[in-house]
């Protein structure tokens, strides 16, 4: 497996409060591999990375709400290829106040999308520091 070079990726932590007050953090599942993640995609000319990652929670997870324009954090993680190779990925986060979860969306059938507890959310993760930018943004929250 050969890396290519670094690669800059936009992401959505989407999250929302109970009606008791709980904070809630919405995963999506991979199309490939199936591993819970949060919505992100590739940089579109044009578009303002908080509005990249927003529009990926749409298109992955049906969502729809308030989304922040500064990063809340970043965290890298290495993305297999179809082909084999390996992407170094550096993915700028930023929360997402989910107002709802539209009844359909593009890639409804693709994937699988839940509300965990921010502990349960950080446990299913893969990548390290994706547990950490959860635990500490929730934290932000209290």
Request: charged residues 25%.
């Amino acid at each position: 497996m050969t890396k290519t070079g670094k690669t800059q990726q936009y992401a959505a932590l989407p999250y929302r409060r109970t009606k008791a007050g709980a904070i809630e953090i919405m995963l999506v599942t991979s199309r490939e591999t199936r591993r819970w993640i949060i919505p992100k995609g590739w940089p579109i000319e044009g578009v303002a990375p908080h509005n990249l990652a927003a529009l990926e929670a749409m298109e992955e997870a049906g969502l729809l709400g308030k989304i922040g324009s500064k990063p809340i954090g970043t965290y890298r993680y290495d993305k297999k290829r179809s082909d084999g190779s390996i992407v170094n990925c550096t993915v700028d986060t930023f929360a997402l106040e989910v107002e709802q979860q539209m009844p359909a969306w593009p890639e409804q059938d693709e994937r699988k999308t839940q509300w965990f507890s921010p502990e349960e959310a950080a446990t299913q993760v893969q990548e390290p520091e994706l547990r950490t930018l959860i635990a500490k943004f929730v934290k932000q929250l209290h």
